[in-house]
């Protein structure tokens, strides 16, 4: 995730996640290998496995290729915010009025039923509905701290104190 001020003062957000370019040149090398290597030659299961893999990380990366850009501009007093997905994507403008409370989404995760975890996520709580500010989840709240600060401070004294606990319509899984 990238936390960037523009010159103007507008604090801009952009996360793209690298995990899903990486595995998507990976299986662009491995399918350039396997149509280009000769079909005789002896490093079929080699071919074999690239293909496979070039499969796999096809798969992943249609998961996961996602992106979102926010701008907070204090001048103007609005947000202006993009979300791309592999076959489109959404986007808006938001006045700061509309906007209630920087707060967290509690999810809690149930990788381990024994062990169930807390994931956070960043989120803005609009008159709209939630938008999050990032992608990623993490169970360790103040992994967000620097995000959430800085889009609080952008946002000015117009926003009331967000509350510690989850955010109402919060989802679990």
Same mark, same amino acid.
């Given at each position: 995730?990238?936390?960037?001020?523009? !010159?103007?003062?507008?604090?801009?957000?952009?996360?793209?996640?690298?995990?899903?370019?990486?595995?998507?040149?990976?299986? /662009?090398?491995?399918?350039?290998?396997?149509?280009?290597?000769? /079909?005789?030659?002896?490093?079929?299961?080699?071919?074999?496995?690239?293909?496979?893999?070039?499969?796999?990380?096809?798969?992943?990366?249609?998961?996961?290729?996602? /992106?979102?850009?926010?701008?907070?501009?204090?001048?103007?007093?609005?947000?202006?915010?993009?979300?791309?997905?592999?076959?489109?994507?959404?986007?808006?403008?938001?006045?700061?009025?509309?906007?209630?409370?920087?707060?967290?989404?509690?999810?809690?995760?149930?990788?381990? $039923?024994?062990? !169930?975890?807390?994931?956070?996520? $960043?989120?803005?709580?609009?008159? /709209?509905?939630d938008l999050p500010l990032s992608l990623l989840t993490s169970h360790v709240r103040?992994?967000?701290? !620097?995000?959430?600060?800085?889009?609080?401070?952008?946002?000015?004294?117009?926003?009331?104190?967000?509350?510690?606990?989850?955010? $109402?319509?919060?989802?679990?899984?």
């Amino acid at each position: 995730m990238a936390l960037s001020r523009d !010159p103007d003062g507008s604090l801009r957000i952009h996360e793209n996640p690298r995990v899903a370019r990486a595995a998507l040149g990976i299986a /662009a090398i491995a399918i350039v290998y396997g149509v280009f290597a000769d /079909a005789g030659s002896a490093d079929k299961p080699i071919r074999r496995f690239l293909a496979g893999l070039a499969g796999v990380a096809f798969l992943f990366a249609a998961a996961r290729l996602e /992106a979102l850009t926010y701008r907070f501009d204090p001048r103007s007093r609005t947000l202006e915010w993009r979300r791309w997905y592999l076959l489109g994507g959404k986007g808006g403008t938001l006045p700061f009025d509309g906007i209630q409370a920087v707060d967290f989404r509690e999810t809690l995760e149930r990788d381990n $039923p024994a062990v !169930p975890k807390i994931a956070y996520q $960043p989120v803005l709580r609009t008159t /709209a509905g939630d938008l999050p500010l990032s992608l990623l989840t993490s169970h360790v709240r103040e992994d967000f701290t !620097p995000l959430v600060e800085a889009v609080r401070a952008t946002l000015g004294s117009q926003l009331r104190a967000s509350h510690p606990g989850p955010v $109402p319509g919060g989802e679990t899984s």
